[in-house]
């Protein structure tokens, strides 16, 4: 069943406290479950674990577009590892479009010590994570 797929494919986006999925989140979402499920894939097992935070579509050049992915970065080093592969996969799902994948660190507000953290690592503040 398709609803089935997106309701798996929905497990694949991480947003901030119950924000919606934009249609595209949820196209790449998909695409990720499909590469997943793919028998042919041979980064199934990493894509387990891979979730996504977000998706945006920006303008690359004259009328190309690329997709720029945002990943937990939890789940950067297992993105990292597989990362060549990944990219082209999701190329050819989103037809030739360019795929950008970034690490998305959070950025830590000013009430971060409920997080366990005693101190606010400098590269977790807003002005370094813009950097």
């Known amino acids: 069943g398709t609803r089935l797929n997106m309701l798996n494919a929905r497990k694949k986006i ?3 406290k119950g ?3 934009t249609d ?3 196209e790449v979402a998909k695409a990720l479950f ?3 499920v793919s028998p042919s894939s041979d980064i199934k097992a990493e894509l387990r674990d891979v979730v996504i935070s977000g998706a945006k579509e920006v303008e ?3 009328g190309g577009g690329a997709v720029v992915i945002h990943v937990p970065f939890r789940v950067w080093k297992t993105v990292r590892k597989i990362q060549g592969r990944l990219i082209r996969e999701l190329e ?3 037809n030739k479009r360019h795929i950008v994948l970034v690490a998305n660190r959070t950025i830590l507000d000013k009430n971060f010590k409920r997080k366990g953290l005693k101190v606010r690592p400098r590269s977790r503040t ?3 994570v813009h950097q």
Do not use: R
């Open 60 to 62: 690359v050049g004259k």
């Open 126 to 128: 807003l002005t370094s």
């Open 19 to 21: 924000a919606a999925p």
């Open 34 to 36: 499909d590469i997943e």
């Open 14 to 16: 991480v947003k901030e």
């Open 92 to 94: 050819k799902k989103f």
């Open 24 to 26: 595209l989140e949820e």
